[in-house]
């Protein structure tokens, strides 16, 4: 699936948590989030969703975030995720 917005990885992680017959509490417990934050989320009420909730949510439902270049973009193959990662942890 091609995410372009955050819309789409809500709609994802309801389609996802909705396969595996989870509750929105249960994928909250999983992720250790709010259940409130996740039903935010699904809802698209968090346009600004920090990415350390999203990334957790994806994890506790066994979906991957791949970041790719898109035609004509850039090419990012020397970029170190992790790295970047780190420095915005402060470590």
Known sequence: ???VSIADIAAA???????LGLSQ??????ARVSRKWVN???AGGK???ELGHVIRVLE????AFDI?????AQDTSDIDLDDILNDLRGG
């Open 60 to 63: 506790a439902l066994g979906l």
């Open 1 to 3: 699936m091609r995410i």
């Open 47 to 49: 346009a600004t969703a």
């Open 25 to 30: 509490g249960d994928l909250a417990d999983r």
């Open 13 to 19: 992680v309801r389609g996802r948590r909705m396969d």
């Open 68 to 72: 790719e270049p898109t035609d004509g």
């Open 40 to 42: 935010g989320f699904e």
